[in-house]
Nanobody, 126 residues
């Protein structure tokens, strides 16, 4: 069955870095575009970034541009999110998601994605 398993979350001080991973299995990873979303307590789940099948194009939310970098290794069926200069407002549960539709102008919409992971918690203290 399809599985997306996130890892790498934790607690860090503001200004620090974390690298999240998402290991995919049960489907043809290399044919799906991938994304990261996050959800803070009491808020809706928001798109963080999206990466195309071969990693040639990426999209980011304005709030993370210049600080977060999304990448993928198709040989390992793994998605990554490098998060630098973390801020307290980055505190959230982070999810990876997969879509067969590419990223496109609607990459930030939850309904664009077919498969979802269970999430990994990131906490940034000031």
């Amino acid at each position: 069955q399809v599985q997306l398993v996130e890892s790498g979350g934790g607690s860090v001080q503001a200004g620090g870095s974390l690298r999240l991973s998402c290991a995919a299995s049960g489907y043809t990873y290399s044919t799906y575009s991938m994304a990261w979303f996050r959800q803070a307590p009491g808020k809706e789940r928001d798109g963080v970034g999206c990466i195309y099948i071969r990693g040639g194009s990426t999209y980011y939310a304005d709030s993370v541009k210049g600080r977060f970098t999304i990448s993928r290794d198709n040989a390992k069926s793994t998605l990554y999110l490098q998060m630098d200069n973390l801020k307290p407002e980055d505190t959230a549960m982070y999810y990876c998601a997969a879509t067969a539709n590419g990223c496109g102008s609607t990459w930030y919409l939850e309904r664009w994605y077919r498969y979802w992971g269970q999430g990994t918690q990131v906490t940034v203290s000031s």
